[in-house]
């Protein structure tokens, strides 16, 4: 106490130093209480309606905010916070833009693909077009060539059927040729005096037209007696008594006429009903 009273000066001076740093601690913690309600009312947060318990708890907890250097860390939290925020606005602009910038090049490509699926729709169309007429115009010409066809096969028939109808009156045109000499030795035999014995002309005669009828394929049928009955061949007449064995051909009754294929007249015959002393 003596050393402040000896030297007032120096106690003048050193009060007014003080006044003014308690001055700008005071305006520091006021301009950061202005930045922490600004902060609070942007971040829509609840600190100011809660009060902080540790600084109700400790009292030395409000000095704090006369420090300079928690006011300059509170200012740097609340710049980081704004800058935060700035951040984050500006991240969703950018989205924004983004999607904005993306639509139309989604649209391009939809077109673009659209487009591609439309040419290669037209190409297939214009190749099944083209297929279609080549498949017409191949269907014309097999019908015109079935109808030139149709036509040559009508007209063999028809030379066919002229040339078969040529043979066969070809045929009977020879077959008269060869038998009018038999007809000739008839009417001969015919022309002799009576009382001549003309079997020897009608023998020689009947030879002769056998003779024809085997040179143009023909057969006769003639059985001898004795001989078994051959139902595609031979007509039963009736049944007999004979010393034949019985269910033989007993006689012939009138000759048949056969070709190589065809019985054209079965032969007519009795058949043996075997002897009545057996």
């Known amino acids: 106490m003596s050393d402040e009273v000896a030297d007032p000066e120096g106690t003048t001076e050193q009060e007014p130093e003080q006044s003014e740093t308690d001055t700008d601690a005071d305006a520091g913690a006021d301009?950061?209480?202005?930045?922490?309600?600004?902060?609070?009312?942007?971040?829509?947060?609840?600190?100011?309606?809660?009060?902080?318990?540790?600084?109700?708890?400790?009292?030395?907890?409000?000095?704090?905010?006369?420090?300079?250097e928690t006011s300059a860390a509170a200012q740097n939290s609340a710049e980081e916070s704004t800058e935060s925020e700035t951040a984050t606005e500006v991240d969703d602009s950018s989205e924004d833009e983004s999607e904005a910038e993306s639509e139309p090049e989604y649209e391009s490509e939809l077109a673009r693909q659209a487009a591609e699926y439309d040419a290669e729709l037209a190409g297939a169309v214009e190749e099944l077009a083209t297929d279609l007429h080549e498949a017409q115009d191949e269907v014309a010409d097999l019908e015109d060539r079935l109808k030139r066809n149709q036509a040559d096969f009508q007209n063999y028939k028809k030379r066919a059927k002229k040339r078969q109808d040529r043979l066969e009156e070809q045929a009977a045109e020879d077959f008269v040729t060869e038998i009018i000499d038999v007809r000739d030795n008839l009417v001969r035999a015919l022309q002799q005096e009576e009382g001549t014995d003309i079997r020897p002309g009608v023998e020689s005669t009947l030879e002769e037209f056998d003779r024809i009828l085997q040179s143009e394929g023909f057969d006769i049928i003639e059985p001898e007696p004795g001989t078994e009955v051959d139902p595609t061949r031979h007509q039963v007449m009736m049944r007999v008594d004979s010393d034949l064995p019985e269910g033989t051909i007993a006689e012939l009754y009138k000759e048949g006429l056969e070709t190589a294929e065809t019985v054209l007249r079965e032969a007519q015959v009795t058949v043996s009903e075997g002897s009545e002393d057996s």
């Open 31 to 68: 301009q950061q209480q202005e930045r922490e309600r600004d902060s609070d009312v942007e971040q829509g947060s609840q600190t100011d309606e809660q009060p902080d318990p540790a600084g109700a708890a400790d009292p030395e907890a409000g000095s704090a905010d006369d420090d300079p």
